[in-house]
């Protein structure tokens, strides 16, 4: 389920605190840093609209694991014409927290994306994939990755599936209220099919959706100029 912009400053300023789960990741040791990873461009080349997604790391998974899921998502949604810039942000009371990019307030055309391990009593959650509150604040459950990936004995998957659910609730900010559809990366339910095509990079978004997300962040980005 989605929401609009209604309570958005509320849920910004609180749930973005949410719970620092560390089940399931913590074996894995390294705890996400600082940083900013690019993606490759897209076909649709120089003039692709970018989106700047802000990455909370609370679920506390390796940075290099995080890295690898941006980077599925910025070649899913570069396949769709838009290029994506990841900031990783500091953990709270790191000694980055206090002077970094994160702190600063969000701008038109940025996101914010939090990496949680399992839902705790999120009021829009999205099946058992996540939360968007539209358009500002996509909620990512690792653990369905981690479920995922085990289930089918394809652990090393697990950043590829956690690529492809980050890119389907950051479309739902993009494409609005009501956006699963019935093929692609955006329907509402993946069975072991859609599994297979995510592990083969070959679950994507429409033409349609698209040229939609497009338009939106286009829109987003002349928001930005005008503040500017």
Partial sequence: MKVNLGRRLSLVSGTIQLGRQHKNWLSLGLILGFGIVGCPHSAFAENAPEILIRVIN??????DSVKAAEREAGRIFSAAGLLTQWVNCPGKGSPTDTFNACNQPLEPHEI?????????????????????????????????????AKRDNAEFEVPVILGSVIAHEIGHLLLGLNSHSATGIMQKRWERK???????????FTAAQGKSMRAEMQRRTRLQVAVD
């Fill in 58 to 63: 609370y679920a506390q998974i390796p940075s």
């Fill in 112 to 148: 914010v994306l939090r990496l949680i391990s399992e839902s705790t009593n999120e009021p829009y959650r999205d099946t058992v994939f996540g939360s968007a509150v539209v358009p500002l604040v996509a909620s990512v459950y690792v653990n369905y990755a981690v479920r995922s």
């Fill in 194 to 204: 859609q599994l297979q095509l995510v592990t083969t990079g070959n679950l994507l």
